[in-house]
């Protein structure tokens, strides 16, 4: 294996100062596209390792290139930006920004890539091709499609990501073949009614009424029109409407998620979600305008660069503690985008410590920090099993 006792060895004294930087990009989150002052710590400490670095990739990413350009090239993609979360955490690294939060542990994701490149830089004769993503704005699903407009994925023949995982113990990784995560969507549905008085509801179509109707009655057509094998989560986030307490609203406006995992049905969910929202809304003599934009779709991991994967992690980690997750998750990523073009895989990465950990996106999300070192071991065992393979033929 090519991951030896001197990597362990150099990660274990290379450790406490990525915790100091994880702490550092903790306490000073940025939020999608706004990733300035991380974009600069990141390309700062990857020229300190002696990498080839690009900034202004697709914005706010960063780039970082080493070995044998001419030879084949594996890529690892990371992302590095916060979320609009409160944080609620107490710990002494809070976030100073308010509002503003790390909550899905892109700050993790962050150093495990600098970690990763701090260890095969002290390797460079053992390397082909391998290039670096920091990636920006994930959040909103918009930072893969930047950087792949700015060039990011030329040359590049296989990639890997990472995610950390709640709800799985520190120590551990899940690892899948296949869908991973599901496609995406953003629903904006809008009735419109005829307003009126509140106390003369039966000269005027109340907007509010129909939009519960609406909510409501989506769900029950999802359970009694599409096969419940194939899953479909609809949520609304946002709902807008209404003037006054005493005048019934002509006009409401939800804001939504759709998630699922079946391709095919992927495809026509879109057209099914108009028809449904505009019969129920007529059936009440309302007008609904539905708008569907696609955000992500699914991450599908490459079975051979899985299986791959999973056997540096066993090698390091033992049999044990790689799962097998027997269910692709609702969530989405935008590592999907890279993924039309190139094939990869990501894993997932235990960070539930001693005391559990709270959800993502939760303003009590506290990983453990213990992580990194399982995933920069995993990573930089990965990525030299595939340049030992592929790189020099």
């Known amino acids: 294996m090519p991951f030896s006792d001197c990597h ?22 940025e939020l999608s596209g706004q990733e300035h002052q991380t974009a600069a710590t990141v390309a700062g400490e990857l020229k300190k390792y002696g990498w080839d670095v690009t900034e202004g990739v697709g914005r706010t990413g960063v780039i970082a290139e080493l070995g044998d350009k001419s030879a084949p090239c594996v890529g690892l993609r990371v992302d590095m930006d916060a979320l609009p979360v409160e944080e609620k955490t107490g710990l002494p690294f ?15 994701h962050t150093c495990i890539g600098l970690g990763v490149a701090k260890l095969l830089a002290e390797d460079k004769s053992k390397l082909s091709g391998v290039r670096l993503l920091f990636q920006p704005a ?7 499609k930047w950087m792949k407009e700015d060039g990011a994925l030329t040359g590049l023949d296989a990639l890997f990501g990472v995610h950390v995982f709640p709800e799985i113990p520190v120590g551990q990784i899940g690892v899948r073949r296949g869908v991973l995560t599901a496609a995406a969507g953003e629903l904006q ?26 909510i409501s009655g989506i769900q029950e057509a999802i359970s009694r029109c599409l096969d419940p094998l194939s899953p479909v989560v609809i949520s609304f986030g946002k709902i807008q409407g209404g003037q006054a307490f005493n005048v019934i609203a002509d006009k409401v406006r939800l804001l939504g998620t759709v998630r699922c995992l079946d391709l095919q049905l992927n495809e026509t969910l879109p057209n099914w979600i108009e028809e449904t ?10 007008e609904a305008k539905v708008q569907y934009r696609s955000i992500a779709p699914p991450v599908y991991n490459d079975p051979k660069l899985t299986q791959l994967l999973e056997n540096s992690a066993i090698a390091l980690l ?12 609702l969530g989405a990523e935008d590592f999907a985008e890279l993924l039309q073009d190139i094939p990869g895989t990501m894993f997932r990465l235990g960070v539930s410590g001693l005391n559990g950990c709270a959800p993502l996106h939760n303003g009590y ?29």
């Open 94 to 108: 809070s976030s100073f920004n308010q509002g503003v939060m790390h909550a899905c542990g892109h700050d993790l």
């Open 138 to 144: 994930e959040e909103i699903a918009s930072g893969a």
């Open 189 to 214: 549905v809008e009735i419109l009614g005829n307003g009126g008085h509140g106390a003369r509801p039966h000269q005027a179509v109340d907007a509010i009424w129909i939009a519960a109707r609406v």
């Open 277 to 286: 929202v505009k019969k129920i809304a007529s059936n009440f003599g309302a």
């Open 365 to 393: 999300f506290a990983p453990d920090e213990r992580c990194l070192e399982i995933g920069i071991s995993v990573l930089t065992s990965t990525l030299l099993d595939w340049m030992q393979k592929r790189g020099h033929h």
């Open 318 to 329: 033992g049999d044990a503690n790689v799962l097998r997750l027997e269910q692709p998750s």
């Open 8 to 29: 362990k060895e150099s990660l274990r004294l290379f450790l406490p100062e990525l915790i100091t930087i994880r702490r550092h990009l903790h306490a000073h989150p």
